[in-house]
């Protein structure tokens, strides 16, 4: 069992925080937190470019926080002059835009050219306000977390940074062809965790990464796992409608990839899987759809056909469906029609896709990686496989195909497993980090001033 600021009781799904040197409950949680998130908007659709599970993140975190009265301002790269400089994306919760380089067709890899100009953004802002307007920055990846130690420094509140992936991570578990992650990111990840406060892990799988791989203080990290909402994604009226909605056989077995297209998420395992399966009998051919739900995205971008051409060579195209991505309330129907959800991915650092597909009903096929392995009860609500191996996928999801009882008992315990990953238990131990990091800054500055 990890030995950090948060462990996890018998129930691994509800974090208890602990900190060291404990500290009375009057403690004040903060009013009105500055949280940043640079290449990515809350606004953008999950799915597109480099949109994904830390969309979702920000978004239900963030109206979470404010339903228990701590205000978010959420400040993020303007990729388009049509919206305006602040948007109220729900009561408390507001977006700022900031306008940092060209709207268009900047990637992420161009983005650490632009923090000078994004900070410049977020300090005019916080210009405008009274003193002490927020009282503690979160940062969300390594770019945000680079211009909240400036910010958190410069306004004399503390930081609290959330990884959410890591390069050092990312790099020791490549795809094959795949691009690794700059020397440049590295070091700016390492400056970050120790500047940071307090740094937020999914997992205690990624608590200790942050300790073995960059040398975090132990005592700073704290483990809170990601929530799903759960009124969104649930079984509601089931597969068969689900199916009839999206225009899929009743009786068909569809295993579901759902997420950006790109090496790290590995959608071609599922496609040489799936041609494994055909080999082996030919008969599911014609009770088999393969929906591939998602846009090309990160090094996925050079070469946004390469999934298509795989499928025609794999000789597979007749049962895969390439769709765009969708909205949230559609992609929880996507997960209600599938027969189960696949992510042979080769790193997550949670798998925020696993939850909510299970919150929806529908059982997992996924990588022993990173957080797959708590976001998913391995034999119960699912199945974990070790590698990439397209032989180990098929062999579970031919269990799949020939049970719909399988189908159906693994189902109901996922959406019983999911109910422990709520929003509301995630915000309420984000809120408890916020206030020890408060706690332990004053008591800093006390000393610091004699």
């Known amino acids: 069992m990890s030995q950090y600021v948060s462990r996890l009781g018998s129930n691994r799904m509800a ?29 953008h659709q999950p799915g597109t470019g480099d949109a994904g599970g830390m969309n979702v993140y920000i978004v239900e975190l963030a109206k979470r926080l404010a339903a228990i009265n701590i205000e978010v301002e959420v400040f993020t790269r303007a990729t388009t002059g049509a919206l305006p400089p602040a948007v109220e994306l729900a009561p408390g919760v507001l977006v700022r835009h900031v306008d940092a380089g060209p709207y268009e067709g900047l990637a992420k890899e161009d983005l650490p050219a632009q923090l000078c100009a994004f900070t410049h ?15 503690l920055v979160h940062s969300h990846y390594w770019l945000s977390g680079h211009v909240g130690w400036l910010a958190a420094q410069r306004w004399g509140v503390p930081l609290v940074h959330a990884m959410h992936t890591m390069a050092k991570v990312k790099n020791a578990a490549l795809a094959e062809g795949d691009t690794p992650e700059p020397a440049a990111r590295v070091i700016g990840e390492t400056q970050i965790v120790s500047a940071a406060d307090r740094l937020i892990a999914n997992t205690a799988g990624e608590a200790d990464e942050l300790v073995r791989f960059y040398e975090a203080d132990a005592a700073a990290v704290a483990v809170v796992h990601p929530g799903v909402n759960l009124e969104r994604f649930r079984p ?23 997420g950006r297209i790109q090496p790290l998420k590995a959608p071609d395992v599922l496609l040489r899987a799936v041609a494994v399966l055909l080999d082996r009998d030919p008969s599911l051919r014609s009770r088999m759809v393969v929906p591939v739900v998602g846009g090309p995205s990160g090094s996925g971008l050079a070469k946004p056909e390469g999934l298509q051409k795989l499928a025609a060579r794999l000789g597979i195209t007749d049962v895969v469906r390439f769709h765009p991505p969708v909205g949230q309330d559609q992609l929880a129907d996507w997960f209600r029609a599938a027969s189960v959800l696949v992510m042979p991915s080769y790193s997550e650092s949670f798998g925020l896709v696993a939850i909510e597909a299970q919150a929806a009903g529908t059982p997992v096929v996924a990588a022993a990686v990173g957080g797959l392995p708590v976001a998913v009860r391995d034999g119960a609500s699912g199945f974990l496989i070790p590698g990439h191996d397209p032989q180990a996928y098929a062999q579970q999801l031919a269990r799949f195909a020939e049970s719909p009882e399988l189908v159906a008992r693994m189902g109901a315990t996922a959406a019983a497993h999911a109910q422990g990953f709520g929003w ?27």
């Open 15 to 43: 974090p208890r925080l602990r900190f060291p040197g404990a500290f009375p409950g009057s403690h004040r949680k903060p009013r009105r937190i500055a949280m940043l998130s640079v290449h990515t908007s809350p606004l």
């Open 121 to 135: 953004g977020v300090m005019q802002a916080w210009a405008g306000q009274r003193p002490g307007y927020y009282d």
């Open 236 to 258: 509601a009226d089931g597969r068969p409608a689900a199916r009839a909605r999206l225009g899929l056989p009743q009786d068909a077995f569809v295993p579901l990839f759902a």
């Open 424 to 450: 509301d238990t995630a915000a309420s131990a984000t809120a408890d980090v916020y206030t020890a990091a408060l706690h332990e800054h004053r008591r800093r500055v006390r000393v610091q001033h004699g």
